[in-house]
């Protein structure tokens, strides 16, 4: 049994920075890709970035690349996304993930534990 506890949502002006913590507990995810997804209201929930399970892998959605970044610790059995240069588009809840398929999985079927979701609002 794996848990996922996001943290670090909030409120930024467009332009500005946050950076989200996804923390895993009830097993070690050291050999676990992870991923971040977001969903705003009446959309289905779409892929942000993913991870490999060391660290050397990421992928990005086009909408992000550039602009946000996702890294891990594995001694801290944490999982980052530095989300840069804001737009209100970004505004969602935004989930982490862990993948089954111990590879980066870009949909949602490859993922089978989820956090509870942090909001991020993006203000213009």
């Known amino acids: 049994q794996v848990q996922l506890v996001e943290s670090g949502g909030g409120l930024v002006q467009a332009g500005g920075s946050l950076r989200l913590f996804c923390a895993a507990s009830?097993?070690?995810?050291?050999?676990?890709?992870m991923g971040w997804f977001r969903q705003t209201p009446g959309k289905e929930r779409e892929f942000v970035a993913g991870i490999s399970w060391s660290g050397d892998n990421t992928y990005y959605a086009d909408s992000v690349k550039g602009r946000f970044t996702i890294s891990r610790d594995n001694a801290k059995n944490t999982v980052y996304l530095q989300m840069n240069s804001l737009k209100p588009e970004d505004t969602a809840v935004y989930y982490c993930?862990?993948?089954?398929?111990?590879?980066?999985?870009?949909?949602?079927?490859?993922?089978?534990?989820w956090g509870q979701g942090t909001q991020v609002t993006v203000s213009s």
């Open positions: 009830g097993r070690t995810f050291s050999s676990d890709a």
């Open positions: 993930a862990r993948s089954y398929l111990r590879a980066i999985a870009t949909m949602t079927p490859g993922y089978d534990y």
